[in-house]
């Protein structure tokens, strides 16, 4: 079992920052990748970024490229997304995840953080 619980999410104007924080818990935090997805409202869940459980080797969608950056503390069992230069069409709830057997598909995932920018 792994819990995870985000942070860090809030309401910021446009071109504003935020980093995000997911902290782990259960199983050894180096072990598995994590991801982060959001969810706006009326729309599908969407992948946003990926991490290797050593931290190297990451992996964004193409509209968050340059703009955010995921990391990991392996030894604070956290993981981050730092958001810069956000757009309105970020705002959704964003939701870290593990992929603890490493098949690209996530086990588990947080309770989501809602992040809102307005213009």
């Known amino acids: 079992q792994v819990q995870l619980v985000e942070s860090g999410g809030g309401l910021v104007q446009a071109g504003d920052s935020l980093r995000l924080s997911c902290a782990a818990s259960g199983r050894t935090f180096s072990s598995y990748a994590m991801g982060w997805f959001r969810q706006a409202p009326g729309k599908e869940r969407e992948f946003v970024a990926r991490i290797h459980r050593s931290g190297v080797g990451t992996y964004y969608r193409d509209s968050v490229k340059g703009r955010f950056t995921i990391s990991r503390d392996n030894a604070k069992n956290t993981v981050y997304l730092q958001m810069n230069s956000l757009k309105p069409e970020d705002t959704a709830v964003y939701y870290c995840?593990?992929?603890?057997?490493?098949?690209?598909?996530?086990?588990?995932w947080g309770q989501g953080t809602q992040v809102t920018v307005s213009s």
């Open positions: 995840a593990a992929d603890v057997d490493y098949t690209g598909a996530y086990d588990y």
